[in-house]
């Protein structure tokens, strides 16, 4: 059974930074590849950010730009999501995602295992 468990969520002003964490187990972290999502209500579940097994590959979605970085430790089975120059729209619950299909995709039902999620909330 893979688990995933996100933290370092939080409450920040505009334009500062934040770092998510995803931890995994139940699995070989360095068969997935790793992605980010966020969700605010009454939207769908929106790509932020995805990286490959060997973490040679990296995705952004366009908003988040120059802003966010995807990163990852195969040694500790964690995948990171700096987050810098925030902004109020990037206000939602951030959930990390793994899957083994190397296949890279912003299509979040394409991707096999989910965490929690973690709050993540940006004031004007």
């Known amino acids: 059974q893979v688990q995933l468990v996100e933290s370092g969520g939080g409450s920040v002003q505009a334009g500062g930074s934040l770092r998510l964490s995803c931890t995994t187990s139940?699995?070989?972290?360095?068969?997935?590849?790793m992605g980010w999502f966020r969700h605010v209500p009454g939207k769908e579940r929106e790509f932020v950010a995805a990286?490959?097994?060997?973490?040679?590959?990296?995705y952004y979605a366009v908003p988040v730009q120059g802003r966010f970085a995807v990163s990852r430790d195969n040694a500790k089975n964690t995948v990171y999501l700096q987050m810098n120059s925030l902004k109020p729209d990037d206000t939602a619950v951030y959930y990390c995602a793994a899957d083994e299909d190397p296949a890279a995709t912003t299509n979040p039902t394409l991707w096999d295992y989910w965490g929690q999620g973690t709050q993540v909330t940006v004031a004007s």
């Open positions: 139940g699995g070989t972290f360095s068969d997935f590849r």
């Open positions: 990286i490959s097994s060997s973490g040679g590959s990296i």
